[in-house]
């Protein structure tokens, strides 16, 4: 097992222990009810979703910064290949914002923010995930856990047979990482907290000591999830990754 380990290091354990005006106004923005006291049922209600389209001059910026979030972050050896953009669409709940401002508060690190990171999902599962959060985990070579990719195409594996997939642009709060260059399937959230971290990394090009090709990120905790994005795609065959111009 390789780690490492880095922080910020302030004088004093109430800086250790409280999350920067930064990073509590940073995560605030992205809902305006973010720290009200409403029931749990009330913040569900208030979900927005807004369909971004290309050809929508208030979405179209917002539109192609998914699109390319998801083609240019794409490898030819996992499959499936994401090919045809079905609809992209924003999600804001204030229920789970405000979840990650609470959490914010009890991470290791000191200033943490949120990492766009990425997760395929059923189709059938893909609506509670953005109303309620994350609940299933599953395991992996780090553990069983919420696992979290850079690779559009990596992440894909997990939409199953679905002839529309579904891929959820997640706001992901690592806080310290634990850097992982190989597998340890025994890893959980007390082990990762006793030695001081907030998640896992399995750091990219490690395969041949037992670690993986590309980036995987896992946390343990569905506090640190807010999603974002829902991406709707249908998948296209291996040979025609090379036509998608986004390795």
């Known amino acids: 097992m390789g780690n490492s380990k880095s922080k910020s290091r302030e004088s004093g354990a109430a800086a250790r222990d409280r999350p920067t005006t930064a990073t509590i106004r940073f995560l605030i923005s992205r809902s305006s009810t973010a720290l009200s006291h409403e029931p749990e049922s009330a913040a569900i209600d208030n979900i927005k979703r807004t369909v971004l389209k290309e050809d929508d001059e208030d979405t179209a910026q917002e539109y192609f910064k998914v699109l390319d979030r998801v083609k240019r972050y794409t490898k030819e050896?996992?499959?499936?290949?994401i090919n045809s953009i079905e609809s992209i669409e924003k999600i804001e709940n204030p229920f789970l914002d405000r979840r990650l401002v609470e959490i914010s508060k009890k991470l290791h690190a000191v200033r943490s923010r949120p990492e766009l990171l990425i997760h395929?999902?059923?189709?059938?599962?893909?609506?509670?995930?953005?109303?309620?959060?994350?609940?299933?985990?599953?395991?992996?070579?780090?553990?069983?856990?919420?696992?979290?990719?850079?690779?559009?195409?990596?992440?894909?594996?997990?939409?199953?047979r679905?002839?529309?997939?579904?891929?959820?642009?997640?706001?992901?709060?690592?806080?310290?990482?634990?850097?992982?260059?190989?597998?340890?399937?025994s890893l959980n959230l007390s082990r990762i907290e006793s030695a001081g971290f907030d998640s896992v990394y399995g750091v990219r090009g490690t395969k041949e000591s037992g670690g993986v090709f590309n980036d995987e990120y896992v946390v343990f905790r569905t506090?640190?999830?807010?999603?974002?994005?829902?991406?709707?795609?249908?998948?296209?065959?291996?040979?025609?990754?090379?036509?998608?111009?986004?390795?």
């Open 120 to 160: 395929g999902t059923r189709s059938r599962f893909v609506e509670q995930m953005i109303r309620d959060g994350f609940s299933y985990q599953r395991k992996g070579l780090f553990g069983q856990g919420f696992y979290f990719y850079t690779d559009s195409s990596k992440a894909a594996r997990g939409c199953g």
């Open 223 to 247: 506090e640190q999830i807010a999603p974002r994005y829902l991406v709707r795609f249908r998948e296209n065959a291996f040979e025609d990754s090379e036509n998608l111009g986004s390795k």
């Open 77 to 81: 050896h996992y499959y499936p290949i």
């Open 162 to 185: 679905d002839t529309i997939k579904c891929l959820l642009l997640c706001d992901v709060l690592l806080g310290e990482t634990m850097a992982m260059k190989s597998a340890d399937r």
